[in-house]
């Protein structure tokens, strides 16, 4: 832990003060913009301890398909797009990733045969998953490596579980899931990126009690619970930084279900994260998953932070949070 | 060649509720035919002789449309709830978004909530039992409304319709909603029904015998209050039968244009809204709420106008305007009471009044619901203390909720008390002008101040040459702004002039207020190691 006045000069109260300053964002999936502003977020803000946790991978596979004339033709967000030479094509690419998309080059035999072969369009983009997320952990090492801000990145319920190889291969990105690790001096962090069952099933979705089990087994390896930071992807349930449409997930795409014509609001975080909160009671509780439900809740003693997520539009989202030994001295939602 | 398919794996995704319709009927109830018409149908037809009412509405029509493409150009690249507040704050700076935002149009809407609650007791109600009480003989009924006119009464009842519809906001959204979809709207809409019926079958002379037996209801008996009323405005000096004038056409745009806006301030709710991200979806939305406006107001403006005899009207605004008192008896009941005396029906009045009610019960709501989404911005930005973003378990803000009715009842009282400060609504719409200057000026400078986020935009791909599309559309909205800011300081109708100076300074006082209060806030967070202006910046992408 350093100590520092904090980038904006200020102290606590007149007196010099001792704090870890934690930058915390989620639910990147895949926006190569948002990588890169968290690449610089470190510095910018002048965190102690960066964290990009849940949700690395995005969800798009798009393909662009060369025409018989040289030019290319994709679509995206709703609309055509057109390349008729390198730059746009690039230009193009590049929009797709910053998206969070991945771009696929291809004929259109090649496209027809992603139509036909769900199982093929899978593979090629997790292929593309995976490549984007070991350049992301290249790309973090460099940008970290040296500069005294300890950079931790984990995987969140819709990341498949072949990402763990791959945070897990580096030597000075952090991958906290599934452990304890000390963020500092004085705080312990557990992670869990599995979340409680969503609507659309996905990989790392599993039931309450799985996830309550999940998080005990780590939360009772912390040696101090009261300086502890509890990184569970899954907000605590009707804590209000869970709060979401409430959908029917009999049928897929799920449909937004409505009372008296109106969409209903419900909590849809976990109660296994939500009792762990209330049992442990931990210093910080960091969360994502729920990009609508932006906030900050207190549980008990625990300051529960979910910064949102708007990814899609290439901005970060994120929550700069002033820890000390004792408490949360501040904190601050920013949208970068 | 089709474009090909994309392939969407299994993820969690954000969903929003409002769709493009109910937004875009959300935005129209914002504004509402019958609040342009009920505030501005007399005084501006009055005052602006020469104007083409017909003409206005397409004017209106095509310049907010171009305006719009900027809004919702910036709308589609950042859907989030706060609007005008966060496209100021994140492309301007954090202080001039809070300052302006809240200061040129949050603060105010807490006095609508006043002046709306106001019309209903003596725009709607009084009317509607004296009307009442005429047509059924029953002279207590127009006593009734005759003590609705009182202030005192007056202003106990808005501090009791204001308490109602926060008891209402604070039960959640759905409980609103619900009322908006079965009551709100349903009335609105029949409302015009009945009044285009009206104007179909009834024939002027009715009106004319029955406005002279309402008239004469309040002791001043005249055989023909009608063209008695025309006569004064004459004497008074008022020219009722001008030329098409350039001048009072685009001085009546000036006025409806300040209405208008508001469409805009519906979109603070972009949060909410479903399609927001596509940008042809966020200006449909607003061009279809102007499109239902302008329909609403050519039935009740123009069509009411033309029907009750533009000579008439014009003499009627007039006459209330400049010396009520000139015309012994005359008496003002205003736009809903003209339509009403018109078939002299117990069952018709009694519907277009709830239809009028509806209406600004309308207003009260989204006045309430939109600033409480700059406070919700301003409060995660830290300028605000956390409990103002809170919400109870249905949602609702309810600290905010209430602290906005206790403002809105210490208006009340104040007005009450200080009639002269209603005067001070003339320089709200001036301060609302000036924040959506700001917004058009954030649009013109995002391409370059927000360069990532542009270029991930939707809108980015449209350009004229090498100029991008928002630039365009952003630098004609201001020319239209400015021409509006223009009338605004050389009209004295628009009440900036004539204004006492305390009531020219408020607005700036409020502005400034904002301003101290964000600078206060600053160096708050400042001791707690918190710097509030990283959360209006874009971090530079290594």
Not at chain 1, 284 to 310: D, F, M, Y
Not at chain 2, 264 to 284: D, H, N, P
């Amino acid at each position: 832990m350093d100590r520092r006045k904090d980038q904006s000069g200020g102290t606590e109260f007149g007196k010099e003060k001792r704090f870890t300053k934690i930058f915390f964002a989620t639910d990147a999936h895949g926006s190569e913009v948002t990588f890169r502003k968290f690449l610089s977020a470190g510095k910018y803000y002048q965190a102690d301890v960066v964290m990009l946790c849940g949700d690395l991978t995005g969800k798009m596979l798009v393909p662009i398909v060369r025409r018989s004339d040289g030019g290319y033709v994709s679509r995206l967000f709703g609309q055509e797009q057109k390349a008729e030479t390198e730059l746009q094509l690039k230009a193009m690419e590049e929009k797709i990733a910053d998206a969070g998309y991945y771009s696929y080059r291809t004929e259109e035999d090649g496209a027809q045969e992603l139509r036909a072969d769900p199982e093929k369009t899978d593979k090629t983009l997790k292929k593309l998953m995976l490549e984007r997320l070991e350049r992301w952990v290249r790309s973090a090492e460099e940008h970290y490596k040296d500069s005294g801000i300890r950079c931790i990145m984990t995987g969140g319920n819709d990341d498949p579980l072949e990402i763990e190889s791959i945070l897990n291969s580096s030597g000075c990105i952090m991958n906290s899931d599934g452990r304890v690790v000390r963020i500092d001096d004085d705080h312990e962090m557990i992670t869990v990126g599995h979340a409680n069952i969503t609507p659309w099933k996905c990989p790392r979705d599993v039931t309450e009690e799985k996830l309550e089990e999940m998080i005990e087994n780590v939360a009772s390896k912390v040696e101090d619970i009261e300086t502890c930071v509890f990184n569970l992807h899954a907000p605590p349930k009707d804590s209000k930084i869970d709060t979401a449409f409430k959908l029917d997930d009999s049928i897929y795409p799920p449909r937004l279900v409505k009372e008296a014509g109106q969409p209903v609001l419900v909590g849809v975080g976990s109660s296994a994260a939500r009792k762990a909160i209330e049992k442990y009671q931990p210093q910080l509780g960091l969360h994502g998953h729920i990009h609508e439900s932006r906030g900050v809740a207190k549980i008990g003693r625990t300051l529960c932070v979910n910064p949102g997520s708007e990814y899609g539009e290439g901005v970060l989202r994120g929550a700069i949070v002033n820890v000390s030994k004792a408490k949360v001295l501040s904190y601050q939602l920013t949208s970068g | 060649m089709t474009p090909p398919e994309v392939f969407l794996r299994k993820t969690s995704g954000v969903v929003r509720a409002l769709s493009p319709f109910d937004s875009a009927f959300y935005g129209f109830l914002t504004v509402s035919g019958i609040g342009v018409i009920t505030w501005l149908m007399l005084p501006g037809l009055a005052f602006f002789p020469g104007a083409n009412l017909y003409l206005v509405m397409i004017l209106l029509l095509v310049f907010m449309s171009i305006r719009w493409v900027a809004y919702a150009m910036m709308v589609s690249s950042m859907p989030r709830s706060g609007g005008d507040y966060v496209f100021q704050s994140r492309l301007l700076r954090g202080d001039i978004g809070w300052a302006f935002t809240w200061g040129g149009i949050g603060f105010w809407q807490l006095w609508w909530n006043y002046i709306v609650a106001n019309t209903i007791a003596i725009g709607v109600l009084s009317p509607m039992f004296e009307f009442l009480g005429h047509a059924t003989n029953n002279p207590s009924m127009i006593n009734a409304g005759i003590a609705l006119l009182d202030p005192i009464t007056a202003a106990v009842f808005s501090i009791v319709v204001v308490w109602l519809c926060t008891w209402v906001m604070v039960t959640g959204m759905r409980g609103y909603v619900t009322i908006q979809r079965y009551i709100l709207i349903p009335l609105t809409l029949v409302s015009f029904v009945i009044l285009a019926g009206i104007f179909l079958v009834v024939p002027r002379e009715t009106f004319m015998t029955n406005f002279t037996s309402f008239q004469n209801i309040f002791g001043q008996v005249n055989p023909d209050w009608y063209h008695a009323i025309i006569d004064q405005a004459k004497e008074l000096g008022a020219d009722l039968s001008p030329p098409f004038s350039w001048y009072d056409t685009f001085g009546l745009f000036v006025l409806l244009y300040g209405m208008m806006q508001n469409i805009q301030y519906s979109m603070e709710l972009i949060g909410e809204m479903k399609g927001v991200e596509s940008f042809k979806t966020a200006w449909g939305i607003m061009f279809g709420a102007a499109a239902l406006l302008v329909g609403s107001v050519t039935i009740g403006m123009a069509w009411g106008a033309d029907y009750l005899g533009m000579e008439f009207i014009r003499a009627y605004g007039y006459v209330a305007n400049v010396d009520p008192s000139s015309l012994a008896g005359f008496t003002w009941r205003g736009v809903y009471g003209l339509f009403t005396v018109i078939t002299l029906n117990v069952p018709i009045g009694i519907i277009l009044g709830l239809g009028w009610i509806a209406c600004f019960i309308q207003y009260e709501f989204n006045g309430a619901f939109g600033a409480a989404r700059f406070i919700f911005a301003a409060s995660f930005d830290r300028i605000l203390p956390s409990w103002m973003g809170s919400v109870n378990k249905r949602g609702a803000p309810v600290k905010t909720y209430i602290f906005f009715a206790v403002v809105s009842s210490v208006i009340a009282i104040v007005c009450t008390g200080y009639g002269e400060v209603l005067g001070l609504i003339n320089l709200a719409f001036l301060a609302g002008q000036v924040t959506y200057i700001l917004t058009m000026v954030s649009a013109i400078v995002f391409p370059w101040r927000a360069k990532k986020l542009w270029e991930a935009s939707p809108g980015s791909k449209y350009k004229i040459g090498k100029m991008p599309v928002i630039v365009i559309a952003a630098l004609f909205g201001l020319i239209m702004d400015f021409i509006v800011i223009a009338y605004y300081f050389t009209n004295p109708f628009y009440g900036v002039l004539t204004s006492a100076l305390p009531a020219q300074l408020f607005p700036i006082i409020i502005i400034v207020g904002c301003f101290v209060w964000f600078y206060g806030a600053r160096w708050y967070r400042n001791r707690e190691g918190i710097n509030i202006e990283l959360a209006f910046k874009e971090v530079p992408p290594a």
